[in-house]
């Protein structure tokens, strides 16, 4: 597995499912399809891009972006 891709996580939104692998993927995801911006939401961009500067790693932002989806209520699986 490449250092930015990670388990799969499969979210709904608005009806629409989509599975999530990567750390672009989840950036994507928290910007263009999120509902609401939480705070769990905005931690999880700042991951996002932390990872992207090598400062954190995939798995981090995997568990910040479930973290963002039990926040707003988003239906997930993992």
Request: avoid cysteine.
């Amino acid at each position: 597995m490449s250092k930015r891709t990670f388990k799969p996580v499969k979210i709904t939104i608005k009806g629409k499912t989509k599975t999530v692998y990567t750390v672009l993927q989840a950036g994507n995801a928290l910007l263009n399809d999120w509902p609401e911006q939480t705070p769990a939401a905005r931690a999880a961009e700042l991951l996002v891009l932390d990872a992207f500067n090598d400062i954190s790693d995939a798995e981090h932002v995997r568990r910040a972006f479930i973290a963002a989806a039990k926040a707003s209520d988003i239906k997930f699986s993992s």
